[in-house]
Each structure stands twice: as structure tokens, then as C-alpha cells.
């Protein structure tokens, strides 16, 4: 298994220029998401039924990406239940491998830097 920037890198190489702008742009919202999600739970107690199912994930979103050499990053948001607190995840998968969130990162940090790079040999 590749490093995370590593990984990001190669996924990168083989895709064409729209699909690193559609990939960037969803990585944005995704990356405010998970900003304002990533340490917040919550408890609930308007659905009791889901006492009965002590543990469950809820999928919110689910991204789906793939390159030209048949490489493929799936990015879901979750939502856990789990008796009355409900909290969220996020599931990141290049090439049916578990990534962290590194990963991500490490894609906007390289999609930033090529959009600027090509923006300024414009000017």
C-alpha cells in the first residue's frame, strides 16, 4: 500500500483535465463537510426504534471517482447510530484500500497546486 501522497499522485497522473476539476470541486465540499462533522456527535431520542438495532451506518454521501488506468477512489460519508448517539464518518477507499483522511488532503493540496500552476501560465 502506497503512502498517501503517493497514492494521490499516481491516481492524479492518469486522469484527464476535467475530471481533476470535477474531483477538486467535490473535494472542496466534501472537505468543508467533514470540517464542520469530523468531531461532532449527537444524541437523539426522536427515533426510539433504533433501539432495537444497537448499531447501524447510515450512508449520507457517497463519491465515486476513476481514473484511465482503471483505478478507482470512493469516498463515503457515514452517519453511525448507536443506541441514542449518532455520529459521522467518513470511508475512503483508492483501489479497494482504506485510506485516511490524509489522503484527501494530500488531493486538494496537488489538485490546488496544478489549477494556480495553470492559471498562471495564463497570465
Known amino acids: 500500500m502506497l503512502d498517501a501522497p503517493a497514492a494521490a499522485q499516481k491516481f492524479l497522473d492518469s486522469m484527464k483535465d476535467t475530471d481533476k476539476q470535477h474531483l477538486f470541486n467535490a473535494l472542496l465540499g466534501l472537505d468543508s463537510t467533514h470540517s464542520l462533522n469530523c468531531n461532532t456527535s449527537f444524541y437523539s431520542y426522536r427515533n426510539l426504534k433504533k433501539l432495537l438495532h444497537p448499531k447501524q ?8 471517482f476513476s481514473n484511465h488506468s482503471q483505478e478507482e477512489l470512493v469516498i463515503r460519508q457515514l452517519k453511525d447510530h448507536s443506541f441514542l448517539k449518532n455520529s459521522y464518518r467518513i470511508e475512503i477507499l483508492l483501489n479497494r484500500q482504506t485510506y485516511d483522511y490524509r489522503l484527501i488532503d494530500c488531493l486538494l493540496e496537488q489538485l490546488h497546486e496544478s489549477c494556480f500552476a495553470d492559471i498562471y501560465s495564463y497570465a
Open 57 to 64: 451506518s447510515q450512508a449520507m454521501q457517497s463519491l465515486h
